[in-house]
């Protein structure tokens, strides 16, 4: 039995060094959010009075959708503290992107490396069968007692109790676990790195909708329903930290974490080194007649990805719209600050609308930067060598790349926008709100352009260089959902690319911000195809 | 004379693809042998089952005498390995690539690592996601080579290298089974089994069709015969063992079975021979022959 373990310290300490970089602003960014986090509040909520309003933001039934079953909120304004407001609302953030870093982790160091075929050559030596996957899941275990450790101390740093402290970071450091013993599983199941780190997105994703579901379905002075318990985010959140802290939640995440870390175990022991455990499905002997040209070789290559983004979408936007009714009700009820977000109480329709509008502005710009990371990919992993190296010109292929994935963002932007329209037209039946959320999907069109020429620029640079298209993307994301509260400054907020868009149905169509998006993601685009033509194509 | 493979009636299907179909193979200890057949035959699958990287559906395979998956750590210290398409981290560079690799194995010597590099000319301090692909090949070559082991598996190891690398590589097989090693070589290369092999073995659609010395096999192949006779040569057409006879004046040409060439050869004295080219059948011929088949 140990013979299967052999090598595990050594390649261990490879991993670690491989991903020294990677991992440690993964590891330093979480942390960071707390000190980050209770910084702007000492700013924010100076005094008790401050705390006011956002009582009662939080204790508000629908905003659980996107905070949690709020424990604590619920008492005196006096007796709130800049804690319970981190572990009821901001919390839930920083566990999902735990949660992201353990998916990308394990799928990088398992399912990638098989992949790639780099594993192959490390089982060839005088390694244990299970050594690969027990230093994955070993450097998965550092990597989350150091983002729990960090966590607890920095909260005690800040004057917080010592022992809520280490609730919140274990709680953080239990349910990153569990991700990664959610990607320990899928990782088995394809032969493909993207399947398994998919599908456990897909867990998240679905984990986070049922966390918001289930908690939004709970009465007032409840917190969260049995619908709440089937979401390990859920899980996480019911520790009751800094209210009425209870450990046993911890003990349920790392149960599971353990189950579904053994049953990887069991399944990696089942399989081929290299294959997946479901056979690769096998397709056309020819290609179709239409898949004769660079544009439609890059929509071939999108089409997979595309396609479920837009029944991801799809899906978002029937549960946001199904909610359309509940928060309109609820919103009288909401404090100052929050009806800012969404325009105003008399507009509450179109104000909740315009929310979800502007959300989906968001995710197809997530979609974007996603899609032209795989663009790069076909760079850097040299497949567009021997495209390029037919008449193809260069400019003309990245021109292709860039018109596919600006339809398929326009396209799924238009189907959630009619679906959250016709939820909302069916609240008093004004199906003009239709029309509305359609027009405000289209004002918000230039600046996901704008984004995505961002990135084609930055590939014409360099490939790797992509990666830097995230910072307007992540930066217009906080801010958006949360420049109101944070307080951010009006300057700090340009670099939100949505910030000049009208907030459509909300605010009124003002033409000028969107003339000047188009004019910067042209320019950026033409920059791009001028540079991409004239640069060096690097082997592989 | 013990054998280092010993493989018995191996089958392995990947859906409905039959990869590996009752193949046998035999290795004995101290040879090259030469391992040939065309893409996808299971040429892959085979070494890869050898390395307990895959499990076979059916069927043994005995490897220094141990089970390939059983056994798997305590043969890895024996076994170095080449893989026929090598991918390397792309952050680290050629020279830690080795260095890792061979540690793993737990023998590095930095002094053989240090003449192999020289000898293949490779420059240790490149990131791995600038080597070509010969370069790539030369760092799973240099790491396999530097190991002390008691069986080297190479899976076309030299498929990106130049002729000047082909004949370094060459010259160290050669160094290894001197001492004793083992050697599997996968190769499409054919005059470099030709060079080096003892023995090969033929795979086609799953089963070895054909194996044995280069020797015995040529002997049971055609010899192609050009000869110039001052009289015409009669009824060469009717003797067992020609085939393809072609008279063209005082010139023939014909292949004729190896157990023949005797009696083919009194004929052609009988007939006043002038002047005769008679060649074995090369490897490509032979291989021909078994692939050809395959697209019949």
């Known amino acids: 039995m140990s013979e299967t373990l052999t090598a595990t310290g050594p390649l261990l300490r490879f991993a670690a060094r491989r991903d020294r970089v990677k991992l440690s602003i993964w590891v330093l960014g979480l942390a960071a959010f707390v000190p980050y986090m209770m910084t702007a509040y000492k700013t924010i909520f100076a005094t008790p009075e401050d705390l006011a309003p956002i009582v009662g933001l939080i204790a508000n039934p629908s905003l659980t959708l996107f905070t949690g079953p709020g424990y604590g909120v619920d008492v005196a304004p006096t007796e709130l503290t800049h804690q319970i407001i981190f572990a009821s609302v901001y919390w839930l953030y920083l566990l999902l992107f735990t949660a992201l870093m353990n998916i990308l982790l394990v799928s990088r160091h398992t399912r990638l490396e098989e992949q790639t075929g780099r594993a192959e050559i490390v089982r060839a030596s005088v390694v244990g069968r299970y050594a690969p996957l027990t230093s994955t899941v070993l450097l998965a275990l550092i990597a989350n007692v150091a983002v729990g450790g960090l966590i607890a101390g920095a909260l005690i740093a800040y004057d917080s109790d010592p022992s809520s402290s280490l609730l919140l970071g274990a709680t953080t450091g239990a349910l990153g676990l569990v991700f990664a013993g959610v990607t320990t599983v899928t990782s088995q199941l394809s032969a493909f790195s993207s399947a398994g780190s998919g599908l456990a997105g897909a867990v998240l994703a679905a984990s986070w909708v049922i966390r918001g579901v289930g908690d939004m379905a709970a009465g007032p002075g409840e917190h969260g329903t049995w619908l709440s318990w089937l979401s390990p985010l859920a899980w996480a959140q019911q520790t009751r930290v800094f209210h009425d802290d209870r450990w046993w939640p911890v003990g349920l995440l790392l149960a599971t974490a353990a189950i579904l870390i053994a049953v990887g175990f069991m399944l990696s022991a089942r399989r081929d080194v290299g294959a997946g455990i479901l056979q690769p499905r096998r397709g056309w002997a020819t290609a179709p007649t239409w898949l004769r040209s660079p544009l439609t070789l890059a929509w071939r290559l999108q089409r997979t990805q595309s396609f479920w983004w837009a029944v991801g979408l799809t899906l978002a936007s029937f549960m946001y719209g199904s909610f359309t009714g509940a928060m309109v009700d609820a919103f009288a009820e909401l404090p100052d600050i929050f009806q800012q977000l969404m325009g105003g109480a008399e507009v509450a329709l179109s104000g909740y609308l315009t929310l979800t509008v502007t959300m989906f502005r968001i995710m197809l710009a997530i979609f974007a930067v996603i899609a032209w990371q795989k663009v790069a990919a076909e760079e850097v992993g040299g497949r567009a060598e021997p495209v390029l190296a037919t008449d193809v010109r260069p400019a003309a292929w990245m021109a292709g790349q860039f018109l596919v994935i600006a339809v398929v963002v326009a396209a799924i932007g238009l189907v959630a926008a009619v679906i959250s329209g016709l939820f909302a037209g069916s609240v008093d039946g004004d199906y003009g709100l239709v029309g509305d959320a359609v027009a405000g999907a289209a004002a918000g069109l230039p600046s996901v352009l704008m984004v995505l020429a961002l990135a084609a620029a930055l590939h014409a640079l360099a490939p790797r260089l992509v990666v830097f298209a995230w910072i307007p993307v992540v930066a217009g994301a906080l801010i958006e959902l949360f420049g109101e509260v944070m307080q951010i400054p009006d300057w700090a907020r340009q670099i939100s690319p949505f910030e000049h868009t009208p907030a459509m149905p909300a605010e009124e169509f003002t033409l000028l911000p969107l003339v000047v998006q188009t004019v910067v993601a042209a320019a950026l685009l033409a920059f791009g195809l001028w540079r991409f033509s004239h640069r060096d194509i690097p082997g592989h | ?296």
């Open chain 2, 1 to 296: 004379m013990t054998n280092s493979i010993e493989i018995r009636d191996l089958t392995k299907t990947f859906g409905r693809t039959v990869a590996l179909d009752r193949l046998s193979l035999d290795v004995r200890q101290g040879e090259v042998h030469g391992f040939l057949g065309p893409n996808g035959a299971g040429k892959t699958t085979t070494i890869r089952i050898l390395l307990g990287l895959v499990r076979p559906d059916s069927g043994t395979a005995t490897v220094l005498g141990g089970h390939p998956i059983r056994d798997a750590v305590d043969l890895h210290r024996r076994i170095a390995y080449v893989p026929g398409d090598v991918e390397l981290w792309p952050q680290l560079t050629g020279g830690e690539t080795i260095d890792i690799l061979t540690r793993l194995r737990g023998d590095g010597d930095p002094t053989r690592i240090a003449e192999l590099c020289e000898r293949f000319d490779l420059d240790r301090t490149k990131k791995g996601r600038t080597y070509s692909k010969g370069n790539r090949q030369k760092v799973a070559l240099v790491a396999a080579l530097a190991s002390r082991a008691d069986l080297y598996i190479l899976d076309e190891p030299t498929s990106g290298l130049d002729p000047l690398m082909e004949a370094i590589f060459q010259d160290e097989i050669r160094g290894l089974v001197a001492r004793g090693a083992t050697v599997l070589l996968s190769s499409h290369i054919l005059g470099q089994v030709e060079a080096l092999a003892h023995t090969v073995s033929i795979i086609r659609e799953g089963s070895i069709v054909e194996t044995g010395t280069l020797a015995s096999m040529r002997h049971l192949r055609r010899t192609i015969v050009q000869a110039t006779t001052t009289n015409p040569v009669n009824g060469l057409a009717h003797m067992t063992g020609v085939h393809h006879a072609q008279v063209d004046g005082d010139r023939v040409t014909m292949e004729v079975d190896g157990e023949h060439i005797g009696r083919v050869m009194l004929q052609l004295s009988a007939a006043g021979l002038q002047s005769i080219v008679a060649h074995p059948p090369t490897l490509e011929q032979m291989l021909l022959r078994h692939y050809g088949e395959a697209t019949r």
